[in-house]
């Protein structure tokens, strides 16, 4: 995948997170990013990496975000390796 493509359905899940009313405030407990900030961060490689990497976390939430953008279920972990910084991910 494309960094350009992959930054978009990054923002995508971002904005599918953001809008959820549990993921929502489970991601920003998860990151410790505060709300403030995240508007400022969004488009940051490692805001990217963290919302993917949280989707990824558990299948209902990339089957929900996948089906609800017309993404393949594979889509969300080729974006992150497309990242910078993605690449790295060990899931041990």
Do not use: N
Not at 3 to 25: C, W
Not at 29 to 54: K, M, N, Q, S
């Amino acid at each position: 995948m494309q960094r350009e493509a992959a930054e978009t359905l990054s923002l995508e899940a971002l904005a599918h997170v953001i809008a959820d009313e549990k993921l929502g405030p489970a991601f920003l407990d998860a990151t410790g990013i505060a709300p403030a900030d995240l508007a400022a961060r969004a488009t940051e490689a490692e805001v990217l990496r963290a919302v993917l990497g949280f989707l990824l976390q558990d299948d209902r939430r990339i089957l929900d975000f996948c089906r609800a953008r017309g993404y393949p279920p594979e889509a969300p972990a080729q974006a992150l390796a497309s990242l910078p910084g993605g690449g790295d991910v060990h899931w041990t």
